[in-house]
């Protein structure tokens, strides 16, 4: 029995040596703190020493922690620090140099947070209402906000098992964002005695409107037609083109057929039935047919149709078949191109004077004519020194200038080539302190894109869900941008929703909804497994493909201004946005909201440089003076597998001004 205890004794003592060792090495490993710094702008006269109260006896507990601070603003940046016996003058000297500008997403806390030791010092400001902070268990949240904003954060620390430590309140309430605006009841608007109906249902039977086209007699109804009718109206008629051949090109036209360098007269529409012959087809322009191209005469039987403005046509059209072509005798046994221009369309007789316009004028590109001074005097004043001090400039500035948000575009275009995290923090700006105006958070997510803060730019078309706005062209962002499959399938069915939603006929709506189409297809082509998991897909089936597209969208819905492009055979077309030019479309935009305008690039007649500009015709119709703002979305290769996407941004402010949108290569 002796040697039986001496054994037990020496086993307990070895376990207890063993633990020992375990302890001795658990408290010699450092412990693992994170703290999430909110820098944004509204954090800015928040005082951080109450914060580094707390703070102090957390890490003065550790003989020697390992702590992960994260600032984060439009972007997140990481420092480690290691404090050893409780000494954390470093990582305190670095917490109160942070600079608080621009917004800073909760999604990027989000990105950061660990169970256990994390502490997040911020306001609670959101950008929308789902800007949410999602806590692991036992995060800590610090805070000075009082009202909705504190409010938020105890329901969020509640929700999520974390903790919410008040510091000393702020003597200012948090300006509430779009996420926490001020709540105020108010009546329902009804007096007494009147009877409020809980629930209407109302039914609705449309009746779709017969589809319209021309033939060689008038317009007539499609299904009473009897013949092969094929057509392209305005919208598929680009302006950028050089002449209307190539709007013919690529098949655009079900069996008409024009070949590289060939001109509209020399156009097919069956295969060749002669071989001595003529082959080509007739052109006929407002009622009028041209001079026939011949097929058998070599270079001297060539006509040309060059000389048609293409955005002068309102429609063409393509006749085939006996009884499409025999008015017009033996000249259309090979098929009929019908041209109407937008004089015959809209012309009257008070102004046939200007029937002529069909006519392209001498329209060579003069660079020296184009362009003004480039940028504003901010600009200038922030460009020709060194970033850090530009920066401090800013921030100086920054003081008297706060409520100017031509200030912090100005700014930001200041830093875009040159430090683009820097150009985002200053454009988010305006996301945060006029987040209930659609046409500045438009003007921060164009800038933003353009920047390359993707992640923030996220967080920013969001908002635009919570604002009275058009969603399709940010849910198109959205889309674009988001990782996650599941994420982009329910975009792609909201975009599709939006797409069917779009109301009107006029020329803004007709392009709004053509651009959501392609932009579904195009979503669609690069993730095939949509097909099964949404409802519809087959509506959005045979994406085009284009060399290049340009969509261009603007943030003031009635702007005027003139939206130039220069081709590669230095020939420029302008398509004038004013009251005078083009009234019911400005209209249209005031009571949609619809904003956008693209171009689309195929051809070898494509191939090259192309110059874009634009010039500001009238005061932006702002009343908080904010900007004429253009984003641009730029697509190569679209609709293949190689297709990239970037984005550009420039705004105007002035009467007169003009800037370079941006340069494009065709490749």
Known sequence: MIPFRKSCRGQAIAWLLLLAWGAAAQSGSPKKITICWDASASMEGNEPVYA????????????????????????????????????????????????????????????????????????????????????????????????????????????????????????????????????????????????????????????????????????????????????????????????????????????????????????????????????????????????????????AGSQRANFIDPANIADITVLKGLAATNMYGEAGRNGVLLITTKNAVYGTADNRQNADALQLRNNVYDARETTGPTGSAISRSLSGIPVAPAYRRYLELRKSRDADPGFYLDASAAFRDRDPVLSSRIVSNLAERMSDRPAAVSAALYGLLASGSHEAAIVVAESLASVPSPAGSALVSRALLAKDKQEKAALVRQLIKAHRQVQGTGEAAREYRTFLQREIQNLFRANPEFAGMIPGAYDYENCPTYRARLVIEWNLPGAEFNLQSVNPQQRFYDWEHSQLAAPERLREEHQTGYTVKTFDFYGADSSGEWLFNVELLSDPPSPDNLPLVFGCRIYENFGMASQTVSYQTVHLGRVGEKQQLLRLFVK
């Open 52 to 299: 580094f109260r707390y703070l102090e006896p957390v890490l003065a507990s550790c003989a020697d922690c390992e702590v992960e601070l994260v600032t984060i603003g439009t972007s997140a940046v990481k420092n480690s620090y290691v404090v050893q016996d409780g000494d954390w003058t470093e990582l305190k000297k670095d917490l109160e140099a942070i600079t608080y500008d621009g917004i800073a997403p909760y999604a990027l806390f989000n990105e950061h947070l660990q169970p256990g030791a994390t502490y997040i010092y911020t306001d609670g400001v959101q950008l929308h209402p789902n800007d949410r902070l999602l806590l692991e268990k036992g995060n800590t949240i610090l805070s000075r906000s009082t009202g909705e904003a504190q409010q938020f954060l105890e329901r969020t620390a509640l929700v999520y098992r974390g903790n919410y430590i008040q510091l000393k309140p702020l003597a200012r309430a948090i300006r509430p964002g779009a996420g926490n605006p001020e709540t105020r009841e108010t009546g329902t608007g009804f007096g007494q005695g009147v009877i409020a109906l809980e629930e209407v249902e109302v039914n609705e039977t449309r009746r779709e409107a017969a589809e319209k086209v021309r033939t060689g007699t008038g317009t007539r109804d499609s299904r009473r037609v009897g013949v092969a009718v094929s057509s392209l109206d305005d919208e598929d008629v680009s302006e950028i083109q050089t002449d209307i051949s190539q709007s013919l090109q690529g098949g655009r036209l079900t069996g008409v057929n024009v070949g590289p360098g060939q001109d509209a007269t020399q156009f097919t529409s069956r295969t060749n039935l002669t071989m001595l012959g003529n082959n080509y087809g007739l052109v006929v322009v407002d009622g009028t047919p041209l001079a026939q191209s011949n097929s058998s005469g070599g270079g």
